[in-house]
């Protein structure tokens, strides 16, 4: 069994890691990701005629909801203090951009809260504009950047972002 997998006994079973040793420190991960839209959809959106309401509040709102709710959605995910959230969601011609920063104060990462909180918010608005768009698809999901903790800061290079 390779030792370099933090998450998986000798037996190959997985587990939780015990974290309660390391430090507390000031943490931050960003997520971003996409929902395709028809131009029907993206029209209701900017001129606010989605027959459900205000889409991109519910999708904000279910995002941070969703950043607070991480461990009881990923099995190995340590419950951290979600000290902060920002989603902003971003209308385009083809769709909506969705990023969100989560920030803690804590002894792990939180890198699964930034992913959970887009992933979230953009189910959500397919959610809301399901109405208007059967076909609306989620994609490109991913972290965009963390910083704290051992491995220190990191941010997606540009030649890599979808």
Known sequence: MNESLTHVRADGSAHMVDVSAKPVTARSASAAGRVLLS?????????????KGDALAVARLAGIQAAKRTPELVPLAHPVAVHAVTVDLHVADDGVDISATVRTADRTGIEMEALTC???????????VKAVDKHARITDIRVTAKSGGRSGDW????????
Do not use: I, K, Q, T
Request: aromatic fraction near 0%.
């Open 155 to 162: 941010v997606e290079d540009e030649r890599d972002a979808p």
């Open 118 to 128: 887009v992933s979230v918010g953009a189910l959500a608005l397919v959610d809301m």
């Open 39 to 51: 131009p029907r959809a993206v029209a209701a959106l900017r001129g606010g005629d989605v027959p």
